[in-house]
């Protein structure tokens, strides 16, 4: 034995410490005594002070029985063998003893052979426990060594549709959270001094190596992920565990999407990033795969490009460019023309646009809002006082789209023609300059002078809709439009919507609009 093992007796009577203590000092040189303790409580704090390898304990002592006193430090899960050195022969305190993890049972007055093979046998045990602790770390490290590689080998054989089960079943050992689902994404990286197209020259590779680690500091904050270089860019594969549910996960990964992309940004690089939808089988993570590359592919400017799947469809439907001519029908009191030419227009981009239906759910509202903001453009005020999300979320089909894109619409012209009170007119004035800060009916009532309750009274005379109602359809309308129109991260665009936080601002969204924050994004 080479190592020195440390041994603390715990004895009230001192000529029984005092006999123990110059057996065990014969035993030799690789035995090392410790202050001896008098009673359960200085045996407790000795242990967590000294941190003993072996203790030689009596187990009725004043005060705090030696029993009591190893069971106090069981819970505190201190590791150390313990040996039983008692007067008692009772079966019940052996049984006792052996629950606790004792590893011999002496009886006083022990003889030196007893208390040697006891002790022997105790630094035995915890010889093979260090060994088997030993190899456990070697293999550990070992294993933490190849997975890096295994992730690699792991991602190549997805781009080249072949996927090595063998990486993917240690990977997944190692970390559960690769079979719940993820999201794959292509990065890379320009000087800030450079031309800011993704078409420019790869870095060097001691840029390359700054860069994965800069995306490994980044993204490791929050999530697990997995990661290869491909041509110059890195390929990252983000995963969480202890999420209840696929969207809480999907915007949480989104979010640590847009942290690194901004970091990355703050440390001097132009940043391109693609992004692929949220995978959670992972049979079709090869799939995932190359929607972020060909999300990247599309990205010729900085920013976070999300992958947009439209097989065989264009990217554009004629409703997007409808706003425009909507807008004099409506100015020249032509209502029934205006709806008339909402509804032949849907129905061709049904017709073309077929195979993604989410992507003119969200294109049907992209042209109430382009619509909304021309009127805006031609009244002094903005006609917020109607509900663009009523109903949106139980849309599943062309006809239940046409039906409320033609009630919205029509519900869009009347409030256009409606005369509203001064009062009104003034609120919503004030909800549109103020919708992104922590508003409430009191203030705006205060604002224009009259009570919240007439306040409150006016708005469900003149439109049938609560404060809050209107207040939040408005903040997530004007989130829509931000996604649309400007590469805003969803952290600033919650916050420039006045949420108070990002996960309620993904609560509200969904809640609202029945897609995430990462769907509709993808057919904006």
Not at 129 to 150: G, M
Request: hydrophobic share 40%; aromatic share 10%; proline share 3%.
């Amino acid at each position: 034995m080479s190592r020195t093992y440390r041994i603390l007796i715990a004895e009230d009577e001192q000529i029984e410490r005092l006999a123990l203590e110059s057996k065990i000092r014969e035993i030799g040189s690789h035995i090392q005594l410790i202050p001896s303790a008098c009673d359960g409580y200085s045996l407790i704090r000795s242990v967590e002070k000294e941190h003993p390898d072996i203790a030689i304990v009596d187990v009725n002592m004043p005060g705090l029985s030696g029993l009591d006193a190893i069971e106090i430090l069981k819970m505190k899960h201190v590791d150390m063998k313990i040996i039983i050195n008692s007067s008692y022969s009772d079966f019940s305190y052996t049984q006792k003893a052996l629950k606790l993890g004792a590893s011999d049972y002496l009886l006083k007055p022990s003889s030196k052979d007893e208390l040697y093979s006891a002790i022997q046998k105790a630094c035995r045990t915890l010889d093979e426990e260090r060994s088997l602790h030993d190899e456990q770390e070697k293999n550990r490290q070992a294993a933490s060594d190849l997975y890096p590689i295994a992730a690699e080998k792991w991602i190549y054989s997805l781009l080249c549709g072949q996927i090595d089960d063998r990486c993917y079943q240690l990977l997944k050992k190692e970390t559960p959270a690769l079979e719940r689902g993820g999201m794959f994404t292509f990065w890379k990286l320009l000087p800030a001094d450079s031309l800011e197209t993704a078409d420019t020259a790869a870095l060097a590779l001691p840029a390359q190596k700054r860069i994965s680690d800069l995306l490994a500091r980044y993204i490791g904050q929050y999530c697990k992920f997995f990661s290869a270089e491909h041509h110059g860019m890195q390929i990252v594969f983000l995963m969480a565990d202890s999420f209840s549910s696929k969207e809480e996960l999907e915007h949480f990964l989104h979010e640590t999407i847009e942290y690194t992309y901004q970091q990355l940004k703050n440390n001097g690089f132009h940043v391109f990033v693609g992004v692929s939808r949220f995978q959670g089988n992972p049979l079709h993570y090869a799939n995932a795969l190359q929607e972020a590359r060909l999300a990247l592919i599309e990205r010729k400017r900085p920013g976070i490009s999300h992958f947009q799947y439209l097989p065989g469809s264009p990217k554009t439907c004629a409703l997007t460019e409808l706003p425009q001519k909507i807008l004099p029908l409506l100015r020249e009191n032509k209502k029934s023309d205006a709806l008339a030419l909402i509804e032949s227009t849907l129905r061709k981009d049904l017709s073309r646009v077929d195979s993604d239906f989410d992507y003119l759910k969200a294109q049907s509202v992209l042209f109430l809002l382009r619509l909304e903001e021309l009127t805006f453009r031609y009244h002094s005020y903005a006609k917020t006082g109607w509900l663009i999300w009523e109903n949106f979320y139980e849309i599943k089909n062309g006809p239940e789209l046409l039906a409320w894109l033609l009630g919205r619409a029509n519900m869009f012209a009347e409030n256009s023609e409606k005369e509203e009170s001064i009062y009104i007119k003034k609120a919503l004035l004030y909800l549109n300059e103020n919708y992104n800060k922590n508003i409430s009916l009191d203030e705006v009532a205060g604002q224009i002078g009259i009570s919240p309750f007439y306040l409150s009274r006016l708005f469900k005379q003149e439109k049938d809709l609560t404060f809050v109602e209107l207040l939040t359809d408005l903040r997530i309308r004007r989130a829509v439009s931000m996604m649309a129109d400007s590469e805003k991260t969803l952290r600033e665009i919650s916050i420039a919507t006045g949420f108070s936080s990002l996960p309620y601002f993904y609560r509200v969204f969904k809640k609202t609009t029945g897609f995430t924050t990462g769907e509709i994004r993808q057919y904006l």
